[in-house]
């Protein structure tokens, strides 16, 4: 990837809600290529034959080998050039292996043309987290990461709807084709049209840096990579939230194809009614606890870790229930209550990171935030599924994949656990410094 030379470092971020946006609906796009494989999954299968141990590896291991550890050099790459040029080099790179998944025509080809939407799609979440960090005070940060995380819950909503509409009709080759061809359109203006801001513009009072890291100059590559994995506030976010993304993943992946091997749907009533789903379900889940951990910061710093640890344990029984209905109707309306509750962590421990560590340090704690939560959920969550289900029908479960999505349950008492310790954590931290104050 090579940085954008166009901007200049140090400008001023022009309109920050156009900024907002344009980074919102690049992840968007990101989210969108990512969940086209889980969305088609049945027509895919059936096309190229593959097992649902394989769909797993596909979506889940192999995706996530290139996806959680290229994003560590890309973002140490983008804390000393431009994120917006990351941002669009990745977002071109992504968009044409995307448009190359489209035209697979066996397994090994399209586990291929996934790493390279993979190794693309690490360029993309962190350079943006950093670039809105530095657009939004605190106070603010949560709310704008709140929508710019909506880009998961339009993407998801916006593949399904498209993506089961297009492949009902032409097939499942078109819709990677034509998002991918969107995508390399949007890597461009990307680069005409978004300013490069300063790092540190919005932090009040400047930076406050982690602990062993120098205050001045660019952030080394291995102190900060230190510093993140030892210190427990940083890591208790990351675990918890990869404890958490094991569910998301593991149930997201595997969602439709679920719904239409148990429930009975098919590719046109998933268009419609799994698409709302998402979008009022995962997108009103992210604007809402974009305020609510806003609100609850401003009391105490343990509402980062609060806030989800309550929403998750609101899910968890929402979550078996939905697993458990015998009909996709009413399996739908409590996909969505989990779907509300399913996503506080993600705004709660991006902005608890992003504050954590200096502007100079941001890309590369991002992508250390991702590389944890996406290797354990991204990596583990499908892969588990996948390999579950083919483990459970083999054992004669006619209903396999309802069983191991069933296996996902103790992953929200893990998560529960790893939020809990980390408010505890940070309320001990909060006591130190009104102690020392």
Not at 100 to 123: D, H, I, K, P, S
Not at 327 to 332: D, I, K, Y
Request: proline content about 6%; aromatic content about 12%; some cysteine.
């Amino acid at each position: 990837m090579v940085a954008a030379g166009h901007t200049q470092p140090g400008a001023p971020a022009a309109r920050p809600s156009f900024v907002l946006g344009m980074l919102c609906f690049v992840y968007v796009l990101n989210f969108l290529d990512r969940q086209l494989l889980a969305i088609l999954a049945k027509p895919i299968q059936d096309s190229l034959r593959i097992t649902d141990s394989q769909l797993g590896l596909i979506s889940g291991l192999y995706f996530a080998m290139f996806y959680c550890f290229i994003a560590i050099p890309v973002g140490w790459f983008a804390d000393r050039t431009s994120r917006v040029g990351v941002l669009s080099a990745a977002c071109a790179i992504w968009s044409g292996a995307t448009v190359a998944c489209g035209m697979a025509a066996n397994y090994t080809q399209l586990v291929v043309a996934r790493m390279v939407v993979g190794f693309g799609e690490a360029g993309g979440v962190p350079p943006s987290y950093a670039i809105i960090t530095d657009t939004y005070p605190p106070g603010k940060r949560a709310a704008a990461l709140g929508i710019f995380n909506l880009g998961p819950a339009i993407g998801a909503a916006a593949g399904v709807a498209f993506g089961a509409a297009i492949a009902e009709r032409f097939g499942w080759r078109i819709p990677f084709i034509a998002v991918g061809a969107i995508g390399i359109i949007t890597a461009l203006v990307v680069w005409l049209t978004v300013r490069e801001p300063k790092r540190g513009a919005t932090d009040v009072g400047g930076p406050v840096p982690a602990a062993g890291v120098p205050t001045e100059g660019k952030a080394p590559f291995w102190p900060t990579v230190r510093m993140f994995v030892s210190h427990p506030t940083l890591m208790l976010a990351a675990l918890g939230s990869g404890a958490t993304q094991f569910v998301t993943y593991g149930l997201g992946n595997f969602a439709v194809l679920f719904l239409m091997r148990e429930k009975g749907m098919v590719l046109g009533e998933v268009a419609i009614w799994y698409a709302l789903v998402l979008l009022v379900g995962m997108g009103g889940g992210m604007i809402v606890s974009g305020r609510v951990i806003d609100r609850m910061v401003r009391k105490s710093r343990t509402g980062y870790a609060i806030a989800p640890a309550l929403s998750l344990a609101v899910a968890m029984p929402f979550y078996v229930a939905f697993v458990w209905a015998p009909g996709w109707p009413l399996a739908l309306a409590l996909l969505t209550v989990v779907m509300i509750f399913n996503y506080f962590y993600l705004s709660a421990s991006v902005a608890l990171v992003q504050d954590e560590v200096k502007p100079g340090q941001r890309v590369l704690a991002g992508a250390l935030l991702l590389l944890i939560m996406n290797f354990i959920g991204l990596g583990l969550g499908p892969t588990w599924v996948g390999f579950a289900s083919d483990w459970f029908a083999a054992q004669g479960d006619p209903n396999g994949l309802q069983t191991a999505l069933y296996t996902l349950t103790p992953f929200y008492l893990i998560a529960i656990g790893l939020f809990l310790w980390l408010a505890r954590r940070l309320r001990r931290e909060d006591f130190g410094q009104e102690t020392e104050a």
